[in-house]
């Protein structure tokens, strides 16, 4: 059996889509407080309940956990308490509980501002938040735990990423303002770098690590590219030849990191993974998906 928690949310629901293509040994769980149950497929069942609740006997030594619930960076600043409780206390608990091989969804925010780029695995660890902090914290426990593979994702974006969520990354929020004609808000001046993942490369890697052993260690899972808010913008212009009117906003705290981008040599070592989806193909293919699933008002 593999149970995804978080089944309902972006980057569950897209782990789910691909793995009904090979068993139907699925166990689905969502509480819905960030997840849309109509962004699983037809006939998959959900069940709508905390994780910590809905797993209360761990299941067997031949089960697989992956584990995306988490309560995000943006939620956290309001909500720290909830979100230790939610991304530590309780991810902990299951973990201790849980016997079978468990596939850890973690951060790549975990390294903070690095001295170094690319960013290895082996860089120091600099959380200064409840999000990376509590994700750091799931992280160390599974260190001690053992029989597990933990992947810090970096800015995952792709079908599914719903607009309507508050906590929408800012691709799906940048798409969202082309196709309604709405602002989109710069938050500092535009020129911070993330490692933009294409969602379908992170499902690859993932449904690699189920058929795989445990690796026993963390891993990044990133392009090894940087691209700046600027350069999303223009990219996102040109693919839908709308002019996007924007305004500046003073930075965030969790706007500090001026910087980021992964060596995914590791995760290319184990599992012969590397990211295949450059940047303009990968926003072309959720431009397409905003369509289909009719996100838009501005064009036809």
């Given at each position: 059996m593999?149970?995804?928690?978080?089944?309902?949310?972006?980057?569950?629901?897209?782990?789910?889509?691909?793995?009904?293509?090979?068993t139907?040994?699925?166990?689905?769980?969502?509480?819905?407080?960030?997840?849309?149950?109509?962004?699983?497929p037809?006939?998959?069942?959900?069940?709508?309940?905390?994780?910590?609740?809905?797993?209360?006997?761990?299941?067997?030594?031949?089960?697989?956990?992956?584990?995306?619930?988490?309560?995000?960076?943006i939620?956290?600043?309001?909500?720290?308490?909830?979100?230790?409780?939610?991304?530590?206390?309780?991810?902990?608990?299951?973990?201790?509980?849980?016997?079978?091989?468990?596939?850890?969804?973690?951060?790549?925010?975990?390294?903070?501002?690095?001295?170094?780029?690319?960013?290895?695995?082996?860089?120091?660890?600099?959380?200064?938040?409840?999000?990376?902090?509590?994700?750091?914290?799931?992280?160390?426990?599974?260190?001690?735990?053992?029989?597990y593979?933990?992947?810090?994702?970096?800015?995952?974006?792709?079908?599914?990423?719903?607009?309507?969520?508050?906590?929408?990354?800012?691709?799906?929020?940048?798409?969202?303002?082309?196709?309604?004609?709405?602002?989109?808000?710069?938050?500092?001046?535009?020129?911070?770098?993330?490692?933009?993942?294409?969602?379908?490369?992170?499902?690859?890697?993932?449904?690699?690590?189920?058929?795989?052993?445990?690796?026993?260690?963390?891993?990044?899972?990133?392009?090894?590219?940087?691209?700046?808010?600027?350069?999303?913008?223009?990219?996102?212009?040109?693919?839908?030849?709308?002019?996007?009117?924007?305004?500046?906003?003073?930075?965030?705290?969790?706007?500090?990191?001026?910087?980021?981008?992964?060596?995914?040599?590791?995760?290319?070592?184990?599992?012969?993974?590397?990211?295949?989806?450059?940047?303009?193909?990968?926003?072309?293919?959720?431009?397409?998906?905003?369509?289909?699933?009719g996100?838009?008002?501005?064009?036809?």
């Open positions: 593999i149970i995804v928690t978080g089944a309902a949310g972006f980057i569950g629901s897209n782990i789910v889509r691909e793995l009904i293509k090979h139907d040994e699925i166990k689905c769980i969502d509480d819905l407080s960030f997840g849309k149950a109509e962004n699983l037809a006939g998959v069942h959900l069940t709508v309940d905390d994780f910590d609740r809905a797993i209360k006997s761990g299941g067997n030594h031949n089960d697989i956990l992956v584990h995306c619930a988490t309560s995000n960076i939620y956290a600043q309001k909500h720290p308490v909830e979100t230790f409780k939610n991304n530590a206390e309780k991810t902990i608990e299951l973990f201790k509980r849980f016997p079978g091989k468990i596939i850890y969804l973690s951060t790549s925010s975990v390294y903070g501002n690095a001295d170094v780029l690319p960013i290895r695995e082996s860089a120091p660890i600099r959380v200064y938040n409840a999000y990376d902090t509590s994700k750091r914290i799931a992280e160390l426990y599974l260190q001690l735990r053992g029989t593979t933990t992947f810090r994702l970096s800015n995952v974006y792709g079908e599914y990423q719903q607009p309507s969520n508050p906590y929408c990354g800012v691709i799906g929020r940048l798409i969202d303002c082309a196709l309604n004609g709405k602002v989109f808000t710069i938050y500092g001046d535009g020129l911070s770098t993330r490692d933009y993942t294409y969602v379908g490369d992170v499902v690859e890697a993932i449904t690699l690590s189920i058929l795989d052993d445990s690796t026993w260690m963390e891993m990044n899972l990133g392009t090894g590219k940087e691209t700046s808010v600027l350069d999303l913008i223009e990219l996102v212009q040109d693919i839908t030849g709308i002019e996007i009117a924007v305004t500046n906003h003073e930075g965030r705290s969790i706007d500090v990191i001026k910087r980021r981008v992964l060596d995914t040599k590791k995760a290319h070592a184990y599992f012969g993974w590397t990211a295949k989806t450059d940047m303009k193909t990968g926003l072309t293919k959720t431009i397409e998906w905003f369509k289909d699933a996100l838009f008002q501005h064009i036809s």
